[in-house]
Structures are given as C-alpha cells and as structure tokens.
C-alpha cells in the first residue's frame, strides 16, 4: 500500500503564491518520478511539473519561470512552489509518483487533489 498526500492549496490572490507540498508514505522501495498534474473543469488533467530521482525537472510551458518543483528524496517529499499566480492556473492539483513497493514493479499513484484557486 502506498499513499500520497497533499497539503498547501487554498485561494490567493492574482500575483500571490503558494507551495503545494506531497508526501509518500507506505512500504517503498524506491521512488522514480514525482510531479503535480492539474484538472481544471471541462479540460484534461495536465501535467505541470515533474522530478526524476536524479533531479532532472520538466515543466509545462504555461509555468515556466513561475513554478518551481523540488524533492527531498530521503523524506520521500516532493513540493511545488507557485508563484506569479494567474486565474488560469486555478485548478485541482494532483501529485502524481511512480513507486516500487517492496516485491513489486512500478506502479503510478495518486494523491486526492488539492483545490487551488486564483481570484480576485
């Protein structure tokens, strides 16, 4: 069994910032990928960004320059800081890991989504 679970979301303001924070807990083996995927209503979940376990990171071009992703991989933690927040990035996020639970192959998980919403 593994779980993943999110913290940080909340309503700012236009220009504000938040830190999404994920923590995965269970009988890991090792951890590959970790990363935030976004749903917002009517659309598709996309990806916004994501770590390899070497530190490699890829982000979406909407983001780019204004996320940051990191990843403490001894606390098995990953964490997303938003700032220069837009109404567009309003959206249910999601962490999103691929984990080897001891015994197993990889397999792809999901924390329960945290609502992050830009208003005025």
């Known amino acids: 069994q593994v779980q993943l679970v999110e913290s940080g979301g909340g309503l700012v303001q236009p220009g504000g910032s938040l830190r999404l924070s994920c923590a995965a807990s269970?009988?890991?083996?090792?951890?590959?990928?970790m990363g935030w995927y976004r749903q917002a209503p009517g659309n598709q979940r996309e990806l916004v960004a994501a770590?390899?376990?070497?530190?490699?990171?890829n982000y979406a071009d909407s983001v780019q320059g204004r996320f940051t992703i990191s990843r403490d991989n001894g606390k098995n933690t990953v964490s997303l800081q938003m700032n220069s927040l837009k109404p567009e990035d309003t959206a249910v996020y999601y962490c999103?890991?691929?984990?080897?639970?001891?015994?197993?192959?990889?397999?792809?998980?999901w924390g329960q989504g945290t609502q992050v919403t830009v208003s005025s």
């Open positions: 999103n890991a691929v984990i080897a639970i001891v015994g197993q192959g990889p397999g792809n998980y």
């Open positions: 770590t390899n376990k070497g530190g490699a990171t």
């Open positions: 269970g009988n890991i083996f090792t951890i590959y990928t």
